[in-house]
């Protein structure tokens, strides 16, 4: 159908003068009133938005090309102060395409003939920072990428002046030609006809860079050469709107690369890169000129490259001799960190870096991303770090660091994260030295990696090997407990420098922990010495060399590898321990191997504890020792084996005489843990061992002296008894003990013993050796209802033998012990030099034999201590003024019987929890008693061993009598018994009389004596004299006759008759008439009281079993004795001598 024949229909003639009219209002409003409202609407809306005075002289628009053509534009600086941008012209050619497209697509661009004054201000800041401060404070809003197609982008005639006013210098850029033949992120196609270049004349420099388009290609491949050297970046570096607490002193950048794009119909752009880029002389220094990094060469080699698909791809990247000096500062401040924080940041500045941020995620948000390193290389490289932080600063250094890895990194992929494969290192020497110090505490000549991954984002490093060998370590301890090694405690987080006036972004979860392995790894020859000053002297160990090997270490949960380590500890003793051990969490069941490991080097630790030196020791075991790290982070001990310590010897400080030693100490059966607390062993051995417990000079003794206190405590001998104090009873009302562990242990021997024990505090000095000490313990046993059986044996100076038997349980709540100790034979005369400082007198013979029986159960004590002397007797007297003023001579002969044998029994009995309870002071509190006992009341005390008690010691007569009843014949017979059976006894009796009542009683004996002797007379006169008066019995019949006989023959002056003869009186009168005349003078009582001694002597002879010798007639100071209670002056008193 032709045009004519379309014409001529009807519908065709109605529709064609509407077209006509749309015809001319698109014509009339494209050409005419379109230009006229854009230039008011940009001249008006450029200058309120910029901030700055704008002119357009004219726009043009053909509505039916869609060409826009924009002359004379004119932008002025804020203020108006100078020319800011402008263009003589600006052509754009719209596609009608844009419509549906979903964005521009353009064309043509050409410029011509653009002006733009770039001015750096005083403070730093450009001219069109107001702009971008401006822009960077609107709200983001979350919105789809623009979508564009730009083609023949072309510049012409360009200019650009920078005004670098802090420099007072100016930069001029003129002849500036630009052609981009296109650039696009939408698949549409349009002519091009422009190849890139880039022509320009940089001060004066022409700069030429031009690629290569193919516009008859299906994929419109452009390729552009960049190919530069020698360019220096520090001068490009000022102008950077942000500084920074850095300088960058040289840095020369070489490239040589080629960038390309293709663009094909049913696919995205392709702007490919490729090439290789190299940055030389590097050198950054901080504010103060120090030098923080220098590398040589770092260089980029980079395969092909896909920019707008985001997949990055380098061959390699090489980083050669890079030197890095990293400082703490006394802030625990890192150098590294506070000089990438910015020195000079403004707000605007900060808001622009968000912003820009926040584009770049928008504009990444789900877009694929990948990067792969073929090869990172690091050859030669060097570390030093100086550390301010530590009490002592420290230098360390790091060199020959080589280094080689793959690199990977995925997003927004199946298999997102970075990635890290074939680690390869090689770590030279590393130095640490504090700071003053001529030699380094930590060297390591050399450290291996090989064959390791890591993977970023999974937080996993797999190590296949590390090894490291020749390792120097010297660790000090300074005398406040600081040591160099804090130095390798991790940092505190550094102190913040500045004020980032960018808001704080919430905190993420905590990542996962990383998850490490190691295949193999071993540490070789290394070398450790510890001096530690927090001891005096100070302790000085050595472990060298250390070899420790280990694989399959992972920090996985419940992963389970194998380590060994062997050690040389103090260039003597070995350790060795190998097994399984896991790190998460940490477990290790080890096979130990101690052998020979001395003691002395650890002697500082203890020696200022006790006041003994160890000259000798050895400490040796093996076994099993497993660790397992509980839930609170404390380790669970367990071992199982056997230990000794062996040749271990040790002196006095103050006297260098033997303390302590022994040939063996032997452990064997050992069953122990620490939570719960539990000890089995089954044998205990201790095998010739020796000790001396002294006495010393001043009166302590040597044994408590061992070890420093903050009171010394006297010996035994010094106050006269030891001291064994009972448990104080814990405090009403605080918490119940825990229960104590279980403890086993089968058998304990004790084989070639020697105590030898010596008393400086008494002179002469007293020396004694217990020997031949030997016997067993077995059973020893925690459990309540088990008890240990003891038998110990030894001898005092090769004669004395010494037996412990019986049953003990110490190691249940309550302590129980029945033990029977028997001491035999023991000499007394070497125990001279302690009776002559406390008795006076020295032993000249005696033997001593104990026999000792002790009960402690529930806490309460039940013993008894019998004692038997054979033959002790006192020698001559020792001039101490220590000793007694009690009769010691006369206590012996009290108790000593006529065999020579003393025997005594001292019960002692008391609760351990009544803490003035004290074995000692009840044994000599009694020993004391009896003494005073002696010298105050012997006869009660002989009373308790024959009967009588204090009756013996005197003796009652009746008023005026001295002839002695069956009671007191009785109580004479005791008296005779107790002389027999204590030889060493001498007595003495002292005859007394009551002045008053044995006047009266002898007048009256006066008197019947007189009557009884005319009895008397009349039967001699028969032939049967009476043996004495005493004998004469008058009775009372005959009683008036003999009276009067008596009466007669008196001689006083008698009443009489007239005749002068004497009366017949009654026998009362005579009676009277005769006491009357009787005279009792002092002289008569005086021989009175020597008749009854005499009396008492003869009874006590009578028996023959006392020699006469004995006994002594003493001749009293008084006729009437010293008053006593409820005793009658009419008696003989005793006194044992």
């Known amino acids: 159908m032709n045009v004519k024949t379309l014409a001529g229909r009807p519908f065709f003639r109605k529709l064609l003068p509407w077209f006509a009219v749309c015809s001319t209002v698109i014509v009339v409003a494209g050409f005419l009133i379109l230009p006229r409202v854009l230039k008011s609407v940009l001249t008006r809306q450029l200058s309120e938005k910029l901030h700055r005075e704008t002119s357009i002289g004219e726009i043009q628009f053909n509505p039916f090309t869609l060409a826009v053509k924009v002359t004379g534009f004119s932008m002025k600086e804020r203020g108006g102060a100078g020319p800011f941008l402008s263009f003589e012209e600006l052509y754009l050619n719209f596609e009608a395409s844009s419509i549906f497209r979903g964005g521009p697509v353009l064309r043509d661009i050409v410029i011509t003939a653009p002006s733009v004054t770039v001015i750096r201000k005083d403070d730093l800041s450009y001219n069109f920072s107001d702009l971008l401060d401006e822009f960077v404070s ?97 001068h490009y570096l000022e102008y950077l709107p942000v500084k920074w607490k850095f300088r960058v002193a040289s840095a ?56 707008f698909g985001r997949k990055a791809s380098l061959d390699s990247v090489l980083f050669r001799s890079p030197e890095l000096q990293l400082e ?119 450290i291996t990696v090989k064959s390791a991954d890591a993977d970023l984002g999974k937080r996993t490093l797999a190590i296949g090997e590390i090894t490291t060998r020749g390792g120097v370590i010297r660790v000090e301890r300074d005398p406040d407990g600081s040591s160099n090694m804090e130095a390798l405690s991790p940092a505190p987080a550094p102190a913040a420098h500045g004020r980032d006036p960018r808001p704080a972004k919430d905190k993420a979860e905590a990542p996962p922990e990383w998850l490490v392995t190691i295949g193999k790894a071993a540490v070789e020859r290394y070398s ?47 350790f060795a321990a190998a097994g399984p051990v896991g790190l ?33 020791g050895n400490v040796s075991a093996r076994g099993t020792l497993a660790l397992v790290s509980a839930p609170d982070k404390a380790i669970a001990i367990a071992y199982r084996g056997e230990a000794s310590l062996t040749d271990l010897a040790t002196a006095d400080k103050s006297t260098s005489e033997d303390f302590l030693k022994w040939k063996s100490l032997h452990l064997g059966g050992i069953n122990a843990r620490t939570r719960p607390l539990r000890v089995e062993i089954d044998e205990i051995a201790l095998a010739d061992f020796y000790s001396r ?25 010094a106050t006269g008894a030891g ?45 004694a050796r217990l020997g031949e000490m030997g016997g067993r313990i077995s059973g020893l046993s925690s459990e309540e209802n088990k008890f240990a059986d003891v038998d110990l044996r030894g001898n005092l100076e090769n004669h004395a033998p010494l037996q412990i038997t019986g049953k003990i349980n110490p190691l249940r709540d309550d302590l129980f012990v029945d033990l029977k100790a028997d001491f035999k034979d023991i000499e007394l005369s070497p125990l001279t030099p302690y009776s002559g400082k406390y008795a006076g007198y020295a032993i000249e013979k005696g033997k001593l034999t104990l026999a000792l029986k002790y009960l402690i159960t529930k806490r309460t004590l039940d013993a008894s201590n019998h004692v038997f002397l054979d033959q002790f007797t006192f020698g001559s007297a020792v001039d101490s003024p220590d000793s007694t003023k009690l009769p010691v001579k006369l206590a012996v002969a ?50 308790a061993i024959f009967g009588g008690g204090e009756e013996l010691s005197h003796l009652e007569f009746e008023y005026g009598r001295s002839d002695m009843n069956a009671s007191m014949a009785e109580r004479v017979n005791v008296l005779e018994k107790v002389l027999y059976d204590r030889p060493g006894l001498k007595l003495e009796i002292a005859g007394h009389v009551d002045a008053g009542r044995d006047r009266d009683g002898l007048l009256r004996t006066v008197f019947d004596r007189k009557v009884k002797a005319q009895k008397s007379a009349e039967l001699a006169k028969t032939g049967t004299p009476p043996s004495s008066l005493d004998n004469v019995t008058v009775g009372e019949a005959e009683y008036p006759r003999y009276l009067e006989l008596a009466y007669r023959k008196e001689k006083f002056p008698k009443p009489r008759n007239i005749i002068g003869m004497a009366k017949d009186l009654p026998a009362s009168e005579m009676e009277k008439l005769m006491l009357t005349n009787i005279r009792i003078t002092d002289d008569d009582l005086r021989q009175l009281a020597m008749r009854r001694a005499r009396r008492v002597r003869d009874a006590l002879l009578k028996g023959g079993r006392v020699a006469p010798e004995r006994m002594f007639l003493v001749e009293p100071k008084a006729l009437s004795p010293e008053k006593k209670e409820k005793l009658k002056d009419s008696r003989v008193d005793f006194v044992l001598k």
Do not use: W
């Open 138 to 234: 609107k709200p983001s809003t979350v919105s789809k990428p623009l979508r564009y197609s730009l083609n023949n982008i072309q510049v012409v005639g360009g200019i650009v002046d920078f005004d670098d006013r802090p420099k007072r210098t100016r930069h001029a850029i003129r002849d500036i030609r630009i052609a981009v033949p296109f650039f696009s992120n939408l698949p549409y196609y349009v002519d091009v006809y422009v190849q890139p270049v880039f022509l320009a004349k940089v001060n004066g420099t022409p700069v030429d860079l031009r690629g290569k388009t193919k516009p008859f290609s299906g994929t419109r491949e452009t390729a552009f050469d960049v190919n530069f050297r020698n360019l220096n970046i520090p």
């Open 328 to 446: 703490r500062e006394r802030s625990g401040a890192l150098n590294l960190v506070s000089l990438l924080e910015p020195q000079e940041m403004t707000e605007g500045t900060v808001k622009t870096a968000e912003k820009a941020e926040e584009t770049v995620k928008e504009g990444d948000a789900g877009a694929p991303l990948l990067i792969e390193i073929a090869e990172i290389r690091l050859e030669g490289g060097k570390v030093g770090f100086a550390d301010e932080l530590p009490k002592r600063p420290f230098r360390a250094t790091l060199d020959s660091i080589d280094l080689s890895f793959r690199c990977r990194y995925a997003r927004g992929m199946d298999d997102d994260g970075a990635t890290l494969t074939g680690i390869s290192a090689s770590l030279g020497t590393l130095k640490l030295r504090t700071r003053g110090e001529s030699d380094d505490f930590l060297k390591i000549p050399a």
């Open 584 to 616: 998460n969490p940490f477990s290790a069941n080890l096979q130990v191997d101690a052998r020979g490991i001395g003691i002395v080097p650890f002697q500082p630790y203890f020696t200022e504890k006790v006041r003994i030196v160890v000259s000798g």
């Open 252 to 307: 020369f950048l070489d490239a040589d690369a080629d960038l390309s794009f293709r663009e094909h119909k049913d696919k995205p752009p392709v702007l490919s890169f490729t090439g290789k880029a190299a940055l030389r002389d590097l050198k950054i220094e901080d504010a103060k000129g120090k030098a923080v990094l220098r590398m040589p060469l770092l260089k980029v080699s980079v395969a092909a490259s896909d920019v």
């Open 528 to 574: 450790v010495k510890v001096e530690d000053r927090t001891v005096s002297p100070p302790a000085v160990l050595y472990a060298e060399p250390i070899a420790l090997t280990a694989e399959n270490l992972s920090t996985g949960k419940g992963v389970m590898g194998k380590a060994s380590l062997q050690v040389v500890l103090n260039r003597a003793g070995t």
């Open 693 to 717: 417990i002294a006495v010393n000079p001043d009166g302590t003794l040597n044994v408590l002296e061992a070890f420093v206190s903050g009171t010394k405590t006297a010996a035994p001998g």
């Open 723 to 767: 001291t064994y104090k009972a448990a104080v009873p814990a405090t009403p009302g605080a918490p119940e003990p825990a229960k104590p562990p279980h403890v086993r242990i089968g058998t304990v021997t004790v084989q070639g013993g020697t105590v030898r024990f010596s008393d400086r505090f008494v002179k002469p000095n007293y020396i």
């Open 894 to 943: 009290l108790l000593k019987d006529r065999r020579g044998e003393i025997n005594l029994d001292i019960p002692v009995n008391g609760s351990l929890d009544d803490p003035k309870f004290s074995v000692g002071s009840i044994i000599l509190k009694i020993v004391l008693n009896l003494l005073a006992k002696a010298a105050t009341s012997p006869f009660s005390l002989l009373g």
